[in-house]
């Protein structure tokens, strides 16, 4: 596997359900970031880990609760969802220098919540 | 706080006509800017990026962009496109100096290139 990968691609649940996204990064970089893209929206930004510390939280709802066990590895673990939060959940990486503002994107994991 | 605006949400072009597409910024502090693009189905993937140095940047597929400070736009602009060019185009920014990483977005022109 080469870049940033995301799994599942697809995922369709109950507002009672309890998921994981997951997200892996080959890429040897030391930031990862979850964001949420919905139809007519901006991209935004939900989460940022870096060297493995929650930098950023953005005021999302706690039934997004994400966990990065190490610096390649991120998730976002879901519970009672809500229909708007049906989305596109993209995850990315950047590393450090000055390219660390470079984030590469995984292909995402679409998500329905019925 | 940063903010990016892309004016237009679609814009039709006939293959082989030029295309500009606008993006313009707000920010306190200095910006690198950058370009991705999104096929249907797939992630982001970046398009082409301002960091520092010449204020004119291209992609390897003939797409550029120009940082313009004074005017805070950063246009994507390309010559010729072809029907393989249609997909959503997202304007983001970071802020250059604070060592905050995180990106803004405009909220994407979606380029549909009619035979």
């Known amino acids: 596997e080469t870049g940033v990968t995301q799994t599942p691609r697809h995922l369709v649940m109950g507002m009672t359900n309890k998921k994981s996204l997951k997200c892996e990064q080959h890429?040897?970089?030391?930031?990862m970031y979850w964001y949420k893209q919905s139809a007519k929206k901006p991209l935004e930004l939900m989460f940022v880990y870096s060297l493995e510390e929650r930098v950023e939280n953005n005021s999302v709802p706690s039934r997004f609760s994400p966990e990065c066990p190490n610096s390649s590895h991120l998730f976002l673990h879901l519970h009672t969802l809500q229909p708007e939060d049906s989305a596109l959940y993209l995850c990315?990486?950047?590393?450090?220098?000055?390219?660390?503002?470079?984030?590469?994107f995984g292909p995402g994991t679409r998500l329905t919540v019925l | 706080a940063q903010s990016v605006t892309q004016l237009d949400s679609q814009v039709p072009v006939f293959e082989e006509a030029p295309v500009e597409l606008r993006c313009n910024y707000s920010?306190?502090?200095?910006?690198?800017l950058f370009w991705y693009v999104q096929y249907p189905n797939q992630g982001l993937q970046l398009l082409l990026k301002?960091?520092?140095?010449?204020?004119l940047v291209e992609s390897i597929n003939g797409f550029e962009a120009e940082f313009n400070k004074s005017q805070t736009s950063f246009h994507l602009r390309k010559p010729s496109v072809h029907i393989s060019d249609t997909a959503e185009y997202f304007c983001a920014v970071s802020e250059g100096d604070t060592g905050r990483r995180a990106l803004t977005f405009g909220s994407g022109t979606r380029l549909q290139v009619q035979p």
């Open positions: 890429l040897g970089h030391n930031a």
């Open positions: 920010s306190s502090v200095s910006v690198y």
């Open positions: 990315a990486s950047s590393g450090a220098g000055l390219a660390s503002n470079e984030q590469f």
């Open positions: 301002y960091l520092s140095g010449s204020t």
